[in-house]
């Protein structure tokens, strides 16, 4: 048996180690694996495909980042192509990528990445590859799976930004804006709202009023609390507003989001009186070493991936379902989506504690 490893899409802490508990595995069954760089780009011949050894990961486990390298730019099926004029052309380059991972004995692909790696994995099956996927995204907006590994590690970086965050606005009373990752979906700003003791959470999932806000700032100072931590997801928007957006998207990308701090802190100063600053996480909640949960649960994934080959669970996800690790087929996964509760457990608690979603 011959599989390969890919990792697609936005990078999240613990890529490493499910691709060391994947090589690690494979290899205790006297398998050969091999490693496709930058997503899919390697068997299309824009980058290698190279042989994973126990050296290969040996000592990678806690490293952030992916070995093998990502790009949320490399569906085989709608491929960037630069045309001589300078124009990007996109072509199906799927057939080339099969007949490439035959002419090197490919078996199967583990296939790491968010809700667009799934979908090409499901065309892949779809045309006769064998693969299995494990999901990945720090957003935890993957269905089906409790978590996600990479999760755990931005909710800790966001925690740890808002500790830091508090003692600087309490010490000039200011009210100060911190906006996190969570186009879609707020699990990051309401886990790190919550345990970093904010005062007021905006999530894509409960449209906010700005009047509502500003209600909650001015609140706090009544009660002598002259400084308030607002946690904003990049995705949350005002009732009846859409997101902003932030900058020119390269070809074959979503539109990036964010942005919705900087007016947002603009409007409360000058509403509220209280001197109001902001500042956008970003990238650094992708980056940095995996904590302990998210490097046992993509150990985990990566040895149930390659349990999931050794079962011949073509087209079908790992997930987390607490305590066991199973396997779902793609298209039940595809088929649902995975959204913060608005009346669910942790919201709930939130405004028990008196936190103020803006509604």
Not at 148 to 162: H, I, K, N, P, Q
Not at 329 to 357: C, N, Q, Y
């Amino acid at each position: 048996m011959r599989i390969a490893i890919s990792t697609g899409g936005g990078d999240a802490p613990g890529l490493n180690a499910v691709i060391r508990a994947g090589v690690l595995a494979a290899l205790q069954r006297g398998w050969d694996v091999l490693g496709i760089k930058r997503g899919f780009a390697g068997l299309l011949g824009e980058d290698e495909v190279i042989p994973l050894t126990r050296d290969s990961v040996r000592g990678i486990a806690h490293m952030g980042g992916t070995i093998l390298r990502t790009t949320n730019r490399g569906s085989p099926f709608n491929y960037p192509v630069a045309q001589a004029d300078g124009s990007i052309k996109y072509v199906d380059r799927s057939d080339e990528l099969i007949a490439n991972a035959k002419a090197l004995g490919i078996d199967a692909i583990i296939s790491i990445g968010g809700d667009g790696s799934l979908k090409i994995a499901q065309q892949l099956v779809n045309k006769g590859m064998k693969v299995v996927c494990v999901p990945k995204t720090i957003d935890n907006d993957v269905p089906c799976t409790i978590n996600t590994f990479g999760f755990d590690t931005a909710v800790s970086t966001v925690v740890e930004a808002l500790d830091k965050l508090h003692t600087t606005a309490e010490s000039h009373d200011r009210v100060m804006l911190i906006e996190v990752m969570g186009r879609d979906a707020g699990f990051i700003a309401l886990y790190a709202g919550v345990a970093g003791t904010a005062d007021i959470v905006l999530i894509p999932e409960i449209p906010f009023s700005v009047d509502k806000v500003c209600e909650a700032v001015v609140a706090r100072e009544r009660s002598g609390r002259r400084f308030s931590i607002v946690v904003v997801a990049e995705g949350a928007a005002p009732v009846g507003g859409s997101t902003s957006i932030i900058g020119e998207s390269l070809p074959g990308q979503a539109k990036r989001v964010g942005g919705v701090v900087e007016p947002l802190a603009r409007i409360i100063q000058e509403r509220t009186g209280k001197e109001t600053r902001s500042l956008i996480l970003g990238h650094l909640q992708r980056g940095g070493q995996p904590t302990g949960y998210d490097r046992l649960l993509s150990t985990r994934f990566g040895g149930a991936a390659v349990r999931a080959i050794e079962e011949e669970k073509w087209g079908h996800m790992v997930a987390l379902q607490s305590p066991h690790i199973v396997f779902v087929p793609i298209p039940e996964v595809l088929s649902s989506e995975k959204r913060v509760d608005p009346d669910g457990d942790i919201v709930t608690t939130a405004r028990e504690m008196g936190i103020s979603f803006g509604d």
